[in-house]
């Protein structure tokens, strides 16, 4: 079989390590998971439903049939599947609860699950680099690091965070621009590396929300590159990162555009954020935007995505 995968962002868990304890099946998987990531979701199907066949409630099968029935345009037969599977994913790992809304089969949450985000980013963090900047032509972290010149040309900021540093692409494009960056995120592994590549003074493993609400530094810089995305609602943390922000310090961050709408959860499981939904949040928070741009953050399956990147500090 030969299959040439579309580079693609991460959306499906690369479930390796969640044996079916059967050679069969798991084979029948794996081919499962490469036609999906080629695209053909009618074959794919097909392999993770005959993986099921031979294991039937196997979650990552589960999960695997639904998402590509649904990608095949096949929601009603896709729902019972994620169904099934929801009453075995308790900590939400699998992001079921996630798929359903994203087939417009339950309401959107206003948040995923730790569990998911953490697991796909375990999993995605030894390719991610390599995965997200050289196939997919990522530049968050560069796009934010240069509209933070335009707002404070020249700028070096004595105590920033970065929340969800992931291996420390942010700190990568501010070298020099911050004297002490600390990071946080929610996967070790990503923590792992960047903890490796010396990115940081400090790194830690940790929720943005819960770092941010359990530390009383005040800060001249707060970055999020890409990931708010994995945020969805933005109030409560927008709250919190004004609440740690001195009176000239600069927030900068970048969010999917949704073109309509204000919280939209993705077919990639992420949320998009429409422009309006953003200055809400940041006015509810007490930030003024100083700096907004549109932009092509990366490309998924040979489409940009666009995006927005914004600047915001403290309203006077
Ligand atoms: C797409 S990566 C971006 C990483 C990094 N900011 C960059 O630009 O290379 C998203 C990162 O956000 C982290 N993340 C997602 N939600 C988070 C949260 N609520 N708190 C902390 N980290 C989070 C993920 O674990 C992942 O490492």
Redesign the pocket.
């Known amino acids: 079989m030969t299959l040439r995968p579309l580079p693609s962002s ?1 959306a499906i868990l690369h479930l390796s390590r969640f044996s079916s304890g059967d050679l069969l099946t798991d084979r029948r998987y794996e081919y499962g998971r490469a036609y999906a990531e080629a695209g053909d979701s009618a074959a794919a199907a097909d392999l993770f439903l005959q993986a099921l066949d031979r294991a039937p409630g196997w979650l990552p099968a589960l999960v695997g049939a639904a998402d590509a029935l649904a990608a095949a345009g096949r929601p009603d037969d896709a729902e019972p599947l994620l169904r099934q599977a929801m009453a075995l994913d308790r900590d939400g790992l699998f992001g079921t609860a996630l798929r359903l809304a994203a087939i417009g089969r339950a309401p959107v949450p206003p948040a995923p699950p ?1 569990a998911y ?2 697991g ?2 375990d999993d995605y963090a030894d390719r ?1 680099e390599t995965a ?1 900047v050289d196939d997919l032509g ?1 530049r ?2 560069w796009l934010i690091a240069d509209l933070l010149d335009k707002a404070r040309p020249g700028a070096v900021f004595a105590h920033g965070l ?9 700190a990568e494009a501010l070298k020099g621009r911050v004297t002490h960056f600390a990071g ?4 070790p592994e ?1 923590v792992v590396r960047a903890t490796a590549a010396r990115r940081y003074q400090t790194v830690a493993v ?4 819960t ?1 941010l609400s359990e530390r009383t530094q005040i800060l001249d810089l707060v970055t ?4 708010l ?3 969805g609602a933005l109030g409560d943390l927008f709250r919190l990162v004004a609440a740690r922000l001195a009176p000239g310090g600069l927030f900068a961050f970048s969010v999917e555009e949704a073109a309509e709408g204000n919280l939209v959860l993705r077919d990639s499981l992420r949320y998009a954020h429409g422009e309006p939904y953003v200055r809400g949040a940041l006015t509810e928070a007490g930030l003024a935007v100083i700096g907004l741009e549109r932009a092509t953050l990366r490309h998924d399956r040979g489409a940009p995505i666009r995006g927005l990147v914004v600047v915001a500090a403290p309203a006077p």
């Open positions: 991460v730790e985000v953490r796909l980013f991610f997200l990522y968050a972290p970065d929340l969800g540093c992931g291996t420390g692409l942010m946080c995120d929610l996967s990503m940790a929720d943005a929300a770092f999020a590159a890409d990931v995305v994995y945020v």
